[in-house]
């Protein structure tokens, strides 16, 4: 966000949350999301031991390695805590101290008895026989408008056609999705990630294949950005809503998508 607020990159790619944070206060040109990524939040809760029929009020009492207070990842987790009638504050043991990418090696470690966790790590918790997915923080938060595309509203204005281009290019990628199976897509995006084995790239693409990630359009729709400020709201960061047509715009994400 800070990149794209001073210039120095003209379209920013983030959690749609800091677009509403830099509106909210107060930036004149401020930035405005064009083209939803993605719809599903891409964590998963791993816990100690194997569980079959897992329910959220089975964290109660227990102690659970959590993300940064005020990130995406914390809030939809308390979100889906206070959507079961548990309250994170006192119910939940959640360790907010770990380093983002350090959670998966203190869970290791013998830390808690759950951990919330992105890909790879949740898988290769369970490679290692050291843990094991029982939820998916993206099927049971509901269609989060988890990461966009976004630029500066004066730039959107004055560059169309090139932000146009590039929505367009973005639709071919989400038709590839739509269209191809999980080791198609692994086969093609594994040159960037070349430390991961293929069969493990593949079961992760399947994860968020099978939990509905990835938009087959990239129209950024009000329901969406209206639970997004639910829960902004639920976790006390948001001092009012912020409207959906000033800080939207679907013009060139329904055009690509003809």
Do not use: C
């Not at 008895?113 to 949740?122: G, I, L, M, S, Y």
Request: proline share 3%; charged share 25%; net charge negative.
């Amino acid at each position: 966000m800070t990149a794209v607020l001073t210039g120095e990159a003209d379209i920013g790619f983030m959690g749609s949350e800091s677009t509403v944070y830099t509106y909210a206060g107060g930036t004149e040109d401020y930035v405005v999301n064009f083209a939803q990524l993605t719809q599903r939040a891409g964590n998963f809760l791993v816990s100690r031991e194997p569980i079959e029929n897992f329910s959220w009020d089975m964290l109660i009492g227990k102690n659970v390695l959590g993300g940064r207070a005020g990130g995406m990842p914390q809030m939809v987790f308390e979100y889906i805590l206070e959507k079961n009638n548990i309250d994170p504050g006192t119910e939940v043991n959640i360790d907010q101290s770990i380093d983002f990418g350090s959670t998966a090696a203190a869970f290791s470690g013998g830390d808690a008895d759950f951990t919330v966790e992105f890909e790879p790590h949740a898988t290769m918790l369970e490679q290692k026989g050291e843990g094991y997915v029982v939820a998916s923080l993206g099927e049971d938060s509901g269609y989060v408008p988890y990461t966009s595309f976004s630029a500066k509203k004066s730039y959107l204005e004055e560059h169309k056609d090139t932000v146009q281009a590039f929505t367009d290019a973005l639709q071919k990628g989400m038709d590839y999705v739509q269209s191809h199976t999980p080791e198609e897509i692994a086969r093609v995006i594994a040159p960037q990630f070349a430390e991961t084995d293929m069969e493990t790239l593949t079961k992760i693409v399947e994860r968020y294949y099978n939990q509905d990630t990835w938009k087959s359009d990239l129209v950024f729709e009000k329901s969406s950005f209206d639970l997004l400020q639910n829960i902004l709201d639920d976790a006390g960061v948001l001092k009012e809503r912020v409207p959906y047509e000033d800080l939207v715009t679907t013009d060139f994400a329904q055009k690509a998508a003809q």
